[in-house]
């Protein structure tokens, strides 16, 4: 009925009534006292959750703890399965959590079964989101596993758990139709629910193929079933949805709305992600306004304090770059190329950071990076950058770059106007003016007997999109190209 909140207080009130009961039989100590609190306390931490409050963790902790102790099958399996799909998905891993998962699988056994199903969904989206290869392979097992099941209700419960492990840049056609089927068993199940955590994934899917009409048509279902629901978790979701969306469209008031009503949400219901998401989205409209330098010095804590974790050193090392700092930047990108660039885990933020990476080897005339990084994009040239809370445009923008460091001038005008098509087509104004810039720099490079006129009417272009939309970050590499030009 959407009433967590009324749930967590008849179940609070059973737990209560069961706690003096016990105490009047004198703790039988036959374990069945500890069996009944463990499954109270299992649906009173499920409403918890629901209801968008943060003590839903200890309760079900201590209903592990309990399970533990008892090592009872069942027990083990529900408190195991007792998480909805990215509620608590984190950098950190739970090491109860962990150990509780594999207790619950060791009991189910490794024949297929849709309970195994259901576990390894849970235990690949529990896994550190760095161990990016193991969480997509049992994420790709639990599906197969409930597919061959032949139970929709399985098949459905397991795919809104596994498709968010499951995104690596290599699994999109996988993903294009693993989310198809779920949309279709969500429908028929009737159930609003599994049908907005079946739409969350399509709709993250379809951006990344630049498919912007059936992404706008999942976010109107998306705030249609959260407006019904009025759960915590669906509305928060929706306002990061939301506040991309506005940030593509060039609508930065709109956005920095939904993502302080994001943070504010977040905060109350102790949500792990929303610290990362508000960071995102706060570190792109900065770079979009030209505010970068007013945080450099948060991001330079944030990699002190968390040196393992590479996607605050690729955050640092942009804006250090969009900085004109380059020798700081340099420090940084000199970490992963002596890697290889592997030093950035092949999940979400992969194609993300790559690009990031290839920016600022462009910007630093780094010809001795660029090949590499031009062969790990390339692969991905059609794709759309998008991880749910931001985008980073057209994985073309950053090729296109990359061949005009190289003098690769054929294949940059190719990737680059593709980009600037992706980007007109999806109405996304930073980035129609950034790839504009980024074709009258690919112009002076080249250097043709018409280049000079047609940078300068780039640079005019991109310079109204810096004036309708406040654009000032792209304002020094428009002042630098119009130097070249002089």
Known sequence: AFAPLDAVRWYTQA??????????????????????????????????????????????????????????????????????????????????????????????????????????????EELDPRDATRRSALAGEAI???????????????????????????????????????????????????R????????????ETGDLDEYDARLTELETIAERTGLPFHQWNVLMFRSSRHL???????????????????????HPLTGAVYGAQFLQRSQQQGRLADIVEFAAQALA???????????????????????????????????????IPFNVIWLHSVGEYADCAADMGRTDAAPRLYELLLPYAARFVYIACKDYGAVARPLGRLATLLGRYDDAETHLRAALAMHERMQAPYWIARTQLDLAELCLAWQGPTDAA????????????????????????????????S
């Open 454 to 485: 047609t940078a300068r009417e780039l640079i005019k272009q991109a310079q109204q999109a810096v004036e309708q939309y406040s654009y000032a970050g792209l304002t020094p590499q428009a002042e630098r190209l119009l130097q070249r030009l």
């Open 305 to 343: 304090e968390n040196p393992a974790i590479p996607a605050f050193r690729i955050t640092l090392l942009t804006i250090y770059c969009e900085l004109g700092r380059y020798d700081d930047c340099a420090a940084l990108f000199e970490i992963g190329y002596a890697a290889g660039f592997s030093d």
């Open 248 to 270: 593509l469209a060039g609508r930065t008031t709109e956005a920095e709305a939904d993502s302080n009503a994001l943070l504010d949400l977040g905060t109350r219901m102790g």
């Open 15 to 124: 737990i209560e009534l069961h706690a003096r009961h016990a105490q009047g039989d004198g703790q039988r100590g036959d374990g069945r006292e500890d069996h009944a609190r463990c499954e109270l306390l299992t649906v009173l931490g499920t409403a918890q959750r629901q209801g968008g409050l943060p003590e839903h963790r200890d309760t079900l902790r201590e209903a592990g703890r309990i399970a533990l102790r008892l090592a009872d099958r069942d027990l083990l399996i529900n408190v195991a399965l007792s998480r909805d799909a990215g509620y608590d998905e984190a950098t950190e891993v739970d090491p109860d959590r962990l150990a509780l998962l594999d207790a619950a699988l060791d009991a189910v056994g490794p024949e297929d079964s849709a309970t195994r199903a259901r576990l390894l969904a849970c235990l690949a």
């Open 196 to 207: 907005f955590q079946a739409i969350y994934p399509r709709a993250q899917v379809v951006m």
């Open 144 to 194: 197969d596993i409930a597919r061959r099941t032949g139970e929709d209700a399985t098949l459905l419960a397991v795919a809104i758990l596994a498709l968010n492990p499951l995104v690596t840049p290599d699994t999109l056609d996988r993903r294009l139709a693993e989310t198809s089927v779920a949309l279709g068993l969500a429908e028929r199940s009737g159930d609003v629910s599994s």
